[in-house]
C-alpha cells in the first residue's frame, strides 16, 4: 500500500462548528504533514510530526489543532475557524524526517461560511 | 529566507514536444529538491526527488537536474502527452531534520492534442 488517504474529500462548516480532518497511511512511514493551500498559490506546511511527536508548528492559530494518535493516523481538529481559513488541506508522509520523499493524500477541501 | 520560482508561470504545447520546466531558488543550502505534479483540485504526486549529493534523476520520460551551486533545477519532460497537462510544482527541501518542503509557485503545463 503505498497510499496516503484523507477524509472527508469536502466539508463545510460555520464559524462556530468543531470538526476533524483524517489522514492515514499504511507504508510504515514515521513522519507526518499538514499542509494549507489556497487557491492558485503553492502549498504551505503547517506541522510536522517525527515519530508521533509534533516537531514543527510554522506559527499556525491555535484554532487548529493537530494530533498524532499513532504512527498511521494523524487528525487535524478544527474550532472557530474563520471563512479566510477555506482552503485545500494536504496530508503528507515520508519515511521519516531525514530528507525523505514526501507522498501526498488527495486532500480535504474545506469552506467556512 | 529561502524563494522558490518556477518559470514560465504557464505553458502550452502540441502534443509530442520535449519541454523544459525551471525551478530556482535563492538559498543553495538545501537538502533535496522535489517535483510533483497536481491536478486541479487534487492532491501532489510525487515525481521525482534529487538529494543534494546527485546531480539528476530520471523516471520514464521524466528527467530532472539540480545545480546547487546556481540555485536551479530542471525537468525535462520527454515526447510530451495531453494526460501531461497539470500544474508542475518544485519544492526545495531545507529543514534536514525536519524535512521542512518550500514550494515553488508552479508552472501550469497544457498538452494540445
Known amino acids: 500500500d503505498t497510499e496516503v488517504t484523507q477524509t472527508p474529500k469536502h466539508l463545510v462548516m460555520g464559524m462556530t462548528n468543531k470538526k476533524s480532518l483524517k489522514c492515514e497511511q499504511h507504508m510504515g512511514h514515521r513522519a507526518m504533514y499538514w499542509y494549507k493551500q489556497k487557491a492558485k498559490k503553492p502549498p504551505e506546511l503547517m506541522f510536522v510530526y517525527s515519530y508521533e511527536k509534533l516537531s514543527i508548528n510554522e506559527s499556525v492559530p491555535s484554532r487548529f489543532s493537530p494530533e498524532c494518535p499513532n504512527s498511521s493516523l494523524l487528525n487535524l481538529h478544527l474550532h472557530a475557524l474563520q471563512p479566510e481559513d477555506s482552503a485545500l488541506y494536504l496530508c503528507a508522509s515520508s519515511q521519516a524526517t531525514d530528507s525523505n520523499e514526501q507522498f501526498f493524500g488527495p486532500g480535504t477541501r474545506l469552506t467556512v461560511l | 529566507k529561502q524563494e522558490v520560482t518556477q518559470i514560465p508561470a504557464a505553458l502550452s504545447v502540441p502534443e509530442g514536444e520535449n519541454l523544459v520546466l525551471n525551478c530556482s531558488f535563492t538559498?543553495?543550502?538545501?537538502?533535496?529538491l522535489q517535483w510533483f505534479r497536481q491536478d486541479p483540485g487534487k492532491g501532489l504526486t510525487s515525481l521525482l526527488l534529487?538529494?543534494?549529493?546527485?546531480r539528476e534523476q530520471t523516471s520514464g520520460r521524466l528527467n530532472a537536474s539540480l545545480d546547487k551551486s546556481s540555485g536551479r533545477s530542471t525537468l525535462y519532460i520527454a515526447a510530451s502527452q495531453p494526460g501531461d497537462s497539470a500544474t508542475y510544482l518544485c519544492?526545495?527541501?531545507?529543514?534536514?531534520?525536519?524535512?521542512?518542503?518550500?514550494f515553488g509557485t508552479g508552472t501550469l503545463l497544457a498538452v494540445q492534442p
Open positions: 538559498d543553495s543550502a538545501i537538502y533535496n
Open positions: 534529487i538529494q543534494s549529493s546527485q
Open positions: 519544492a526545495v527541501g531545507v529543514g534536514g531534520a525536519t524535512n521542512k518542503l518550500i
